[in-house]
């Protein structure tokens, strides 16, 4: 079974500091994927990869980044986190884009 | 961007059929997608179409796909206290080769005793 780990179920950090969420995949998929899901809006795209050290922005990448240095690894970057960033945040991976996208467990990050 | 549309929430008995209804936009879509979220957890996959196929049955799923008004539906048969949760439609979107998913809002169901 493929299996997609996000590093912590739940965090909690203030306002300004340097978020990492760390996803890890196990079956050598080409995609990575960040969603946020919000109640009412569904999951939104931040940013996705298509292989090591390239990345994509989805449809709101404002105040995020990612890095792949990795095949297996796939990190969201929150540079100064601020409250509108309290969310769930959901891990993907797929074999390629229009394939079957496989998800972590989420971390529900709070920003105070 | 493109767009994927659902009714935010739906209530049923047990033992009734659900129907959940999905609008997407993208007709280049090879695949839509139907995935399942319980209560805590991420999403799982519960079932898909290829876009060159109307009608997918699966078990208790019926999934129907009409292109032409690029609408799609989820029935559920015979529904149990078990299948409460959020379900989310999705299309792939994007160019070719970088293509995500693009997911609706999710319906909530909500089966009753």
């Known amino acids: 079974d493929v299996k997609v780990t996000q590093s912590s179920r739940y965090l909690v950090k203030r306002t300004g500091e340097k978020v990492f969420l760390e996803c890890v995949q196990d079956?050598?998929?080409?995609?990575m994927f960040w969603y946020r899901q919000d109640p009412g809006l569904g999951l939104r795209l931040i940013y996705f990869?298509?292989?090591?050290?390239?990345?994509e922005k989805g449809d709101i990448p404002e105040g995020y980044s990612v890095s792949r240095e990795k095949k297996e690894r796939f990190s969201l970057i929150l540079e100064s986190a601020s409250t509108n960033q309290t969310s769930m945040y959901l891990c993907?991976?797929?074999?390629?884009?229009?394939?079957?996208?496989?998800f972590g467990q989420g971390t529900r990050l709070t920003v105070v | 961007g493109e767009d994927v549309e659902q009714s935010l929430f739906l209530s049923v008995r047990e033992g009734d059929s659900s129907v959940i209804n999905c609008t997407y936009t993208?007709?280049?879509?090879?695949?839509l997608y139907w995935y399942k979220q319980e209560p805590g957890a991420g999403l799982q996959l519960l079932t898909y179409?290829?876009?060159?196929?109307d009608m997918k049955q699966d078990q208790r799923l019926t999934v129907l796909l009409n292109k032409k008004d690029k609408h799609l539906s989820l029935r559920i048969a015979d529904t149990q206290t078990g299948d409460s949760a959020i379900y989310f439609c999705?299309?792939?979107?994007?160019?070719?080769?970088?293509?995500?998913?693009?997911f609706g809002s999710g319906t909530r169901l909500q089966v009753q005793p």
């Open positions: 993907a991976s797929s074999l390629w884009g229009d394939t079957e996208a496989f």
């Open positions: 079956m050598d998929h080409e995609n």
């Open positions: 990869s298509y292989d090591v050290k390239m990345k």
């Open positions: 993208d007709s280049s879509s090879t695949y």
């Open positions: 179409i290829f876009s060159n196929m």
């Open positions: 999705a299309e792939s979107s994007g160019n070719t080769g970088r293509r995500a998913l693009t």
